[in-house]
């Protein structure tokens, strides 16, 4: 008896080790740690229009990658496209910065960036999807993150001076298919909007959004979305927006199609804020060029109309050209009509704006690529701020950048760029000349 007892624990002593270690080089498959360092320079920090302050900014940030798809053998990457077979997944990116400043030390603070993509199938037709980012930082233009949005694309609103801000955007969502491209969706997302300032607010909003896509057939198909947002202010009278769209789509053939829509937005306020409806008819096409190049056009016409004051109107366009190519990446983007900005730092709320964003991005050697960026926008915001005028941004962005593999497990970039704002607002002029050095070790 004795000598079974050892004979197991001299077993269990063997083998434990090697299913430990086959266990862990397992969950270390779907680990990535890396670290960043990253140094700046930054010729007005607070974007002010005569008090101009240069700084330089050293951050380090540790982070981690995780996901249920294994590294790449060759390439040790994570994020492989998953199978048509995988039930659930998840992707996850979290880092935090420990930001230093070389003269303003009492801004020094930690900055947090994380992204969550979660899925899971509870049948064949019916998936439960969660998406999240979570952002700390106190750059005074907020980059936007929003679906929709496109690298380079920033929120109207902007702070008066550097200071920590925290936004959260939680997405759970539930899809059911049924036909090969019908489905009903419905998403519910929590936007929470936290800063440290007495200028700024803090906000929150909580939205539902249900939508069905349904094709009649190959060539005829249509959608309908509807949305509801409750908006929590500090300060501000809180909002009930409602939000409904409609679209008909006749496909010619897989690679085009042509559509019409319809949107309609009311925006209900607490007194004293004036309530508003927007109506936005429009046409538009989509295109594949070839299987890397791919296009949208869409056109038409908006009009606003608040219960107190006069109705703005104005054209609608939106055009989107998009290159994915082996060795360039191109993205071109023109938006114009109005953009709503809300639970944001200035909560500017309806605002005439038009947009273009441009960048290119070429693999120059198998381990370096450039690229180039730019940016024009031109902003009108619909309550005045000074004297009963309308501020009016005119804000230019040009840039370049470049990076380098020099092993596969490190990575260095190099980024420049120019901004500069022509506004009516004499204050709100500004111009910034900044420079980012970056140095990335991954495991």
């Known amino acids: ?19 430990v270690h086959a266990w ?21 920090t607070n974007l002010s229009a005569t008090n101009k302050q240069g700084d330089f900014l050293t951050t380090i940030s540790p982070g981690f990658r995780f996901s249920t798809t ?3 053998p060759t390439t040790r990457e994570l994020r492989q496209a998953p199978t048509a077979e995988d ?34 199938a509870l049948t064949q037709k019916l998936n439960f999807r969660v998406r999240d980012y979570l952002i700390r930082s ?11 949005a496109i690298e380079g694309q920033y929120l109207p609103s902007r702070t008066t001076k550097r200071v920590p801000y925290i936004r959260n955007v939680f997405e759970p969502s539930l899809q059911y298919q049924f036909g090969k491209e019908n489905f009903f969706s419905i998403k519910y997302t929590s936007n929470i909007y936290n800063i440290q300032s007495n200028l700024s607010q803090n906000s929150m909003a909580n939205s539902i959004n249900p939508k069905l896509t349904y094709w009649f057939d190959i060539k005829n198909g249509m959608s309908l979305e509807y949305g509801l947002t409750l ?6 009278p809180d909002l009930v927006g409602h939000m409904a769209i409609g679209r008909y789509t006749y496909r010619f053939n897989p690679q085009t199609s042509i559509f019409g829509e319809y949107t309609q937005l009311l925006r209900d306020f607490d007194p004293p804020s004036v309530d508003y409806v927007v109506y936005r008819p429009s046409i538009g096409i989509e295109h594949a060029f070839s299987p890397t190049l791919s296009g949208r056009l869409q056109v038409g016409y908006y009009w606003a109309d608040p219960e107190k004051g006069f109705t703005t109107g104005g054209p609608f366009y939106d055009i989107l050209v998009t290159q994915r190519a082996q060795k360039t990446t191109y993205t071109l983007s023109l938006q114009g009509g109005y953009t709503e900005d809300f639970f944001t730092a200035e909560n500017r709320g309806f605002t005439q704006s038009h947009r273009a964003i441009g960048r290119i991005t070429y693999q120059l050697l198998q381990k370096m690529s450039v690229g180039l960026f730019g940016s024009y926008e031109w902003d009108k915001y619909a309550v005045s701020v000074i ?30 760029n120019y901004t500069k704002n ?10 910034d000349y900044r420079g980012i050095f970056k140095v990335t070790a991954t495991y």
């Open 422 to 431: 022509f506004s009516n607002i004499n204050s709100a002029d500004y111009g």
């Open 231 to 236: 908006g929590d202010f500090q300060r501000s």
């Open 138 to 148: 106190d750059e005074v233009r907020e980059a936007d993150y929003s679906p929709t």
């Open 24 to 44: 862990s080089e397992d969950i270390l498959s779907h680990f990535q740690p890396y670290i960043t360092i990253q140094e700046e320079y930054d010729s007005n």
């Open 1 to 19: 008896m004795n000598r079974m007892k050892w004979l197991i624990s001299a077993l269990f002593l063997i083998i434990f080790p090697t299913i």
């Open 70 to 72: 294994p590294r790449s």
């Open 387 to 416: 004297g009963g005028e309308k501020q009016i941004n005119n804000i230019w962005e040009i840039g370049g950048n470049t990076s380098y593999e020099l092993f596969k497990w490190l990575k260095l970039s190099l980024e420049v």
């Open 87 to 120: 039930r659930y997944g998840m992707d996850l990116d979290f880092n935090a910065g420990f930001n230093f400043y070389a003269k303003n030390h009492e801004d020094n603070y930690i900055s947090l960036n994380g992204t969550l993509n979660a899925w899971y």
